[in-house]
């Protein structure tokens, strides 16, 4: 069974908003979002961590809202003023040492969810 599952992305237009789901089976005290893109590197977006401190990478600063449901096991990206270049497939990503956008921090990966922004 899959330890990270998620729920959301899609197809929007630029200027548009998603909401991505990460729901876990258990706690876990960092989670993050990340994205790749087709010849691309795995890029960090946000974590949070269990004193809902967030950081953000420049790419999505002041676009992107990450937070989290402790009562869901739940953590949600929230998408806005999306553009062209947010084109890629965004995972969520748990674990349980350092909290950061490095993706050796994390133990637990979600499936992956595609989000497209067309113009």
């Known amino acids: 069974e899959e330890r990270l599952v998620q729920s959301g992305g899609g197809s929007v237009q630029t200027g548009g908003s998603l909401r991505l789901s990460c729901t876990a089976r258990?706690?876990?005290?960092?989670v993050a979002w990340f994205r790749q893109a087709p010849g691309k590197e795995r890029e960090g977006l946000a974590r949070?961590?269990?004193?809902?401190?967030?950081y953000y990478a420049d790419s999505v600063k002041g676009r992107f809202t990450i937070s989290r449901d402790d009562a869901k096991n739940t953590v949600y990206l929230h998408m806005t003023r999306l553009k062209p270049e947010d084109t890629a497939m965004y995972y969520c990503?748990?674990?349980?040492?350092?909290?950061?956008?490095?993706?050796?921090?994390?133990?637990?990966w979600g499936q992956g969810t595609q989000v497209t922004v067309s113009s």
């Open positions: 990503a748990a674990g349980t040492s350092a909290c950061g956008l490095d993706r050796r921090f994390y133990e637990y």
């Open positions: 258990g706690y876990y005290w960092c």
């Open positions: 949070i961590n269990d004193d809902d401190d967030a």
